[in-house]
Every structure is written in structure tokens, then in C-alpha cells.
């Protein structure tokens, strides 16, 4: 069910993120709003450090990327700060390949177990290996529909109607 999850997220999401290759930056709205090079380096990161921080209590391997893309942080329109969008899209499908293949080699107990480094107040939301992949088919979910304005901001038509 997690794997499914997962998967559906990840095959609703990606398409948007590479049909935005010839404008990551674009604003999505007049007052702003998280542009397609923030969102899949967030998401990429976002994975990371779900996964390995939170869930296994290891460093995130898109550390290097706290400050551009990690929670709290903010898109913003200097290009020249980012990687090139060909490597945040590369890392992000890296990144959720490697979810999935731990996904897929724990059993159905070893998803109950205590995640290791839960933030202080989430253990209802990160608690378990378990509720870290849900939320990460959450976290997709819920950025992809970001995508989705920025693609209608450049008056593309849905790839999902």
C-alpha cells in the first residue's frame, strides 16, 4: 500500500517537474509562490531527510542542500544560486528510487519500528518507519499541486485532467 502510494505520487509528480524544465523559475502566481526549482529540490531534500534523518538517525545525503531547500526556506529568482534544474531533477528521481528499494526490503514489522530521530512533538506524524514513507507520499501529493499553478501560470494545460 506505502509502495503504491508512493509510486502514484511520484508518477503524477515527476511529469509536471519535466514539462517545467524550460522555465524552473517561473513564479507561479502574481504574489509569488514556490517555483518548480524550489519545489523538486525540496521534495529531493525533503526525502533525505525524512528518510535518513528522521526515520534511520543518519545524515541526510542532500545535507548540502539545507539552505537552498530544506523546510523553512524560501524560492527565490537567482538562478546562478541553484544547481542547474537537470541535477535537482536527477537527484530528486535519485533520491526516491533509493526510498523505494528500502521501502521494499523491510518487512511489514520492521515498519512498525521507532523511528530514531523523530522532530520534538511529531511522533504522531514521524513516529514510525511507517508514518515516514506515508508522509512522504503526503509531501508529494501536496507539492504537486504547486506544480501543477505553476504549469497553468504559463498557461499549460493539465497533464491530468
Same mark, same amino acid.
Given at each position: 500500500?506505502?509502495? &503504491? ?7 503524477? !509528480? *515527476? +511529469? ?11 513564479? +507561479? !502566481?502574481?504574489?509569488?509562490? $514556490? ?6 529540490? #525540496?521534495?529531493? #531534500?525533503?526525502? &533525505? *531527510?525524512?528518510?535518513?534523518? @528522521?526515520?534511520?538517525?543518519?545524515? $541526510? ?8 531547500? &530544506?523546510?523553512?526556506?524560501?524560492? #527565490? ?6 544547481p542547474s534544474y537537470q541535477t535537482v531533477l536527477s537527484r530528486f528521481r535519485s533520491i526516491h528510487e533509493q526510498a523505494l528499494a528500502l521501502l521494499d526490503s523491510l518487512s511489514e514489522e520492521q515498519l512498525d ?5 523523530? +522532530?520534538?512533538?511529531?511522533?504522531? @506524524?514521524? &513516529? ?13 501529493? $501536496? #507539492? %504537486?499541486?504547486?506544480?501543477? @499553478?505553476? %504549469? ?10
Amino acid at each position: 500500500l506505502l509502495s &503504491g502510494a508512493i509510486n502514484t505520487s511520484l508518477s503524477i !509528480t *515527476f +511529469p509536471l517537474f519535466e514539462d517545467l524544465k524550460d522555465a524552473p523559475l517561473a513564479t +507561479p !502566481t502574481k504574489n509569488g509562490g $514556490n517555483h518548480a526549482m524550489w519545489l523538486a529540490g #525540496h521534495l529531493a #531534500h525533503g526525502t &533525505g *531527510f525524512l528518510l535518513w534523518d @528522521v526515520m534511520r538517525g543518519e545524515s $541526510n545525503p542532500l545535507a548540502e542542500w539545507d539552505d537552498l531547500f &530544506g523546510g523553512g526556506t524560501e524560492p #527565490h529568482s537567482n538562478a546562478d544560486a541553484y544547481p542547474s534544474y537537470q541535477t535537482v531533477l536527477s537527484r530528486f528521481r535519485s533520491i526516491h528510487e533509493q526510498a523505494l528499494a528500502l521501502l521494499d526490503s523491510l518487512s511489514e514489522e520492521q515498519l512498525d519500528q521507532p523511528s530514531r530521530n523523530p +522532530p520534538a512533538g511529531f511522533d504522531g @506524524v514521524f &513516529g514510525t518507519y511507517r508514518q515516514c514513507f506515508l508522509a512522504l507520499a503526503l509531501h508529494l501529493s $501536496n #507539492h %504537486r499541486g504547486q506544480a501543477a @499553478v505553476c %504549469r497553468k501560470a504559463l498557461g499549460r494545460k493539465p497533464i491530468l485532467a
